[in-house]
């Protein structure tokens, strides 16, 4: 499939690959030729191309998630050439084009590298680390009854527009696989302060960030230093803003929480 | 207690010391450069000595030499405890190939490195001269104060010494052009109208300060 612009040429690349069978085996860089790549492809096309090519050999796929394939469920993560979802600002694996890359390259792809997110086998890791945080508190408790009136809690456009930003976070763990100190605190500033700029979520204020802060440590992620790898790499483009927002957060509930532990 | 405990040893907690020790450290370098400014003065040392004297001996500054003290140790012993726990975060099997320069400057993620330089040069500063204005035998002066003044100009004539100097300030110079503004962030102080003025002025702050201190062992070395 030559792709749908007349002028890209198809490409041949050198792909070195994180083979790892399991949780407990050791993993290492495996090469692969792969050819006839259309410069329109996604990523993962290309990935998809280089598995049916093993299958046909009778060879084990190489194991990468995936699911939307439209930069929204944040299942695709790959560590390409040494960056986070690859060298494009921006974006999600399934939204990187082979076009960003020359005839001839090579090109490694490794999983996300945290101690909290152990790889499942070869490119695939277990993100559930982020969804036991979440679990700690990044939601709000809503009583049942009936459907509330639109416009019956009034937010101003600018907070409304400020909470939208942090929840346009995918989870996709970026934030985690490009920090030195593999931290999660953009991820978990995303949802605190979206859900502290809301008055929906003001109940649940500080039990949310004591908790989630609580389990975001627990499972062993880093500790932020201000570097700013998150931000730059983060496909939605979550901003450091967010990581003051934890940190006050953080405080202010400590210093006034009725909690004692 | 045990809330305030946890809630210190937290990760959050932990860089809300450094935070804190950290700007209290500024704070302290304004103190001690604008005192050392007197090594400038051409009065063959009397005027520096005269200060350091009373910075030696003055009851107020003796007890908040403790509180200095203290500063240096919370601020070094969180780097470590925050440092080995960030290591251990990325797992055993690191990435065999990371672009991590690409996305973010190198003394954002080369505290610790920078910690240590600064760590040894102050080892050596404070044996060679607070040990010895303290607890050496050093000769009186015209004011019979202890002429701490000639042991710096001597020791400024050392090349080795005067590279150590300006070496250390380097180090500190980066060390603050990311600390100074880090440490705003990590205590939530920021804010669209007042962070820019605050990157600004530490940069300044940063650069204005270390010039300073390495002005001293360069004056010397060449011009006295
Ligand atoms: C003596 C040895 C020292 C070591 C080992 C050390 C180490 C570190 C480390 C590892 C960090 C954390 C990285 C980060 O937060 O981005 C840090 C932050 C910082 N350091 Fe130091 N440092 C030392 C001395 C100093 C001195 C002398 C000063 C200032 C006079 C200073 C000021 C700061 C500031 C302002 C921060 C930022 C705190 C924050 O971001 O929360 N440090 N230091
Ligand atoms: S903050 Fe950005 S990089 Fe981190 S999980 Fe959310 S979308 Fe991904
Ligand atoms: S596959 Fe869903 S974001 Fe890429």
Redesign the interface.
């Known amino acids: 499939m030559a792709g749908s612009n007349p002028n890209a040429k198809p490409m041949d690349l050198t792909l070195k690959v994180w083979r790892q069978r399991n949780r407990t085996a050791d993993g290492q860089l495996v090469d692969y030729q792969v050819k006839n790549i259309s410069p329109d492809m996604s990523f993962l096309e290309m990935l998809d191309v280089l598995n049916e090519d093993l299958l046909h050999k009778g060879e084990d796929p190489v194991a990468f998630d995936h699911d939307c394939r439209e930069g929204i469920c944040g299942s695709c993560n790959l560590y390409i050439n040494g960056r986070a979802h690859g060298p494009e600002p921006g974006t999600t694996t399934c939204q990187l084009h082979m076009r960003k890359f020359k005839d001839g390259d090579t090109i490694v792809v490794e999983p996300w590298r945290a101690a909290a997110f152990p790889v499942n086998r070869d490119l695939s890791v277990d993100r559930s680390a982020f969804d036991r945080i979440i679990q700690a508190g990044g939601y709000v408790s809503v009583n049942t009854g009936g459907v509330p009136d639109a416009n019956e809690i009034p937010v101003p456009k600018s907070i409304a527009d400020r909470a939208f930003d942090a929840a346009t976070c995918i989870g996709c763990g970026a934030c985690v696989a490009s920090c030195k100190n593999a931290s999660a605190m953009l991820f978990v500033s995303a949802k605190v302060s979206q859900l502290a700029l809301l008055p929906q979520g003001q109940v649940e204020r500080k039990t949310r960030v004591e908790n989630m802060v609580a389990q975001m440590d627990k499972e062993g992620f880093g500790a932020c230093t201000n570097i700013g790898s998150c931000a730059a790499e983060c496909p939605v483009g979550i901003s450091l803003e967010n990581i003051a927002i934890l940190n006050r957060e953080f405080l202010a509930a400590k210093a006034t929480s009725n909690n004692l532990a | 207690m045990?809330?305030l405990s946890?809630?210190l040893s937290?990760?959050?907690?932990?860089?809300?010391i450094m935070s804190i020790t950290g700007l209290f450290l500024c704070s302290f370098l304004v103190i001690h450069l604008i005192g050392n400014l007197q090594l400038f003065k051409n009065d063959g040392g009397v005027a520096f000595n005269i200060y350091s004297h009373f910075m030696g001996t003055n009851p107020v500054i003796r007890t908040i030499e403790f509180v200095l003290l203290a500063g240096f140790v919370f601020h070094i012993y969180e780097a470590i405890a925050?440092t080995g726990?960030?290591k251990?975060?990325?797992?055993?099997?690191?990435?065999?190939?990371?672009?991590?320069g690409?996305?973010?400057?190198w003394q954002?993620?080369n505290?610790g490195l920078l910690g240590t330089i600064i760590l040894i040069f102050l080892l050596v500063h404070l044996y060679n001269f607070f040990y010895r204005a303290r607890f050496g035998d050093l000769d009186p002066d015209i004011n019979s104060n202890d002429d701490l003044y000639t042991l710096v100009a001597s020791s400024f004539k050392q090349w080795w010494y005067v590279l150590l100097y300006v070496l250390a300030q380097v180090a500190l110079a980066y060390h603050l052009i990311?600390g100074f503004?880090?440490a705003f962030?990590?205590?939530?102080?920021?804010h669209r109208k007042y962070t820019p003025f605050i990157t600004y002025f530490g940069y300044a702050f940063s650069i204005i300060v270390c010039a300073g201190f390495a002005a001293m062992p360069l004056y010397f070395f060449f011009l006295k």
């Not at chain 2, 990325?90 to 190939?97: A, F, L, M, N, T």
């Not at chain 2, 962030?185 to 920021?190: F, H, P, R």
């Open positions: 045990s809330w946890n809630a937290s990760s959050i907690g932990r860089k809300i925050l726990r960030n251990a975060a990325r797992g055993p099997q690191g990435y065999k190939v990371d672009n991590i690409q996305n973010s400057p954002s993620r505290m990311h503004k880090s962030q990590t205590l939530g102080l920021t």
